[in-house]
């Protein structure tokens, strides 16, 4: 069965721009930061070593209006601009990518997400074993007997491996029932209100909890 690697290529660069700042960022001689590069391709070179793939993609988000604001307005407005010192990085670390021939995947009006869900979906469709590299819990609605996600807890070097199996022994829901859970839950993290009097951003167990009592199954 053929390996294919999707990376959620803003996740990732800003999951090595924080994890290697301390009190002094990485620059080139000329002052340019480096740090989210040096942090990414770390990162790239130990998936392409530990899963060993056919093929690999890095989807990015581009600037712009998103099609979901069409949907909800208020959708990620709670967030910050990303910082200069890492926005200059991003097309240096593409320019890599782009050395190594690996494909970078943008549409405009479309996050990274949607781009890595609609590839996971196809390809497993296809047989292949779809490897995720994303911390976004949104991700795990695409999980299934041919797609993983590979989340990295804080305080550790080693992946949570996300199956099927897994997913419904932590949550008691099939994988594509996630959406449904954070639709009524909601998300701070995206600006996502939820059911109001509901339920709460609180853990999903509980959450799955609150749902049955409402007669939801």
């Known amino acids: 069965m053929d390996k294919l690697?999707?990376?959620d290529g803003n996740s990732i660069m800003n999951r090595a721009f924080y994890g290697i700042m301390g009190s002094k960022m990485l620059t080139t001689k000329d002052g340019k930061y480096t740090?989210?590069?040096y942090g990414f391709l770390a990162i790239l070179f130990n998936i392409i070593d530990d899963i060993k793939p056919e093929y690999i993609a890095v989807a990015f988000d581009l600037k712009g209006k998103l099609k979901r604001k069409e949907l909800f307005e208020g959708y990620k407005a709670n967030r910050h601009g990303m910082p200069d010192e890492l926005a200059e990085q991003m097309p240096v670390i593409k320019d890599v990518l782009r050395a190594m021939n690996i494909d970078i995947i943008e549409k405009e009006g479309y996050e990274g997400d949607d781009i890595i869900g609609t590839i996971s979906k196809k390809a497993s469709s296809q047989g292949m074993e779809v490897a995720v590299y994303t911390n976004d819990k949104d991700m795990m609605q695409l999980i299934d007997s041919n797609v993983k996600q590979y989340k990295k807890p804080q305080k550790t070097n080693d992946y949570e491996v996300i199956t099927v199996e897994s997913f419904k022994e932590k949550y008691?829901?099939?994988?594509?029932?996630?959406?449904d859970l954070l639709g009524l839950m909601g998300d701070s993290a995206d600006n996502i209100p939820g059911i109001p009097g509901i339920l709460s951003d609180a853990s999903p167990i509980k959450a799955f909890t609150s749902?049955?009592?409402?007669?939801?199954?």
């Open 5 to 7: 690697v999707l990376i």
């Open 211 to 217: 749902i049955n009592s409402f007669g939801v199954t």
């Open 35 to 37: 740090n989210a590069v």
């Open 172 to 179: 008691n829901l099939e994988p594509d029932q996630m959406r």
